[in-house]
Nanobody
């Protein structure tokens, strides 16, 4: 049974940092991503990491988080991380981990089959 379990969310002041974790079990995937959803808004792409036989993991970021967030993976632990620095109030959302095999895009939620339950991130001003 495949499970993605997120952790690491919380309340932080603007300018602070958090690290989210997504522990995957039951299967190893070639593509992981983080999405977020704020109240009243659609789920949006945040970051993705994708492997194939020719690379060690290409990373992709939404413009709104580029240079502030870093996605990475610990292969031994089958865990994906999202390091978030210089957090802003507009980063407040529920953050979701997603995984798939990379047959679709890296930025569309509909191209991911497996999802975690989400973790709340709240950034106060």
């Amino acid at each position: 049974q495949v499970q993605l379990v997120e952790s690491g969310g919380g309340l932080v002041q603007a300018g602070g940092s958090l690290r989210l974790s997504c522990a995957a079990s039951g299967r190893t995937f070639s593509q992981y991503a983080w999405f977020r959803q704020a109240p009243g808004k659609e789920r949006e792409f945040v970051a993705a990491i994708r492997w194939n036989r020719w690379n060690s993991g290409d990373t992709y970021y939404a413009d709104s988080v580029k240079d502030r967030f870093t996605i990475s993976r610990d292969n031994a632990e089958n865990t994906v991380y999202l390091r978030m620095n210089s957090l802003k109030p507009e980063d407040t959302a529920v953050y979701y981990c997603a995984a798939d095999y990379g047959s679709g895009t890296f930025y569309l939620a509909r191209d991911y089959y497996y999802w975690g339950q989400g973790t709340q991130v709240t950034v106060s001003s």
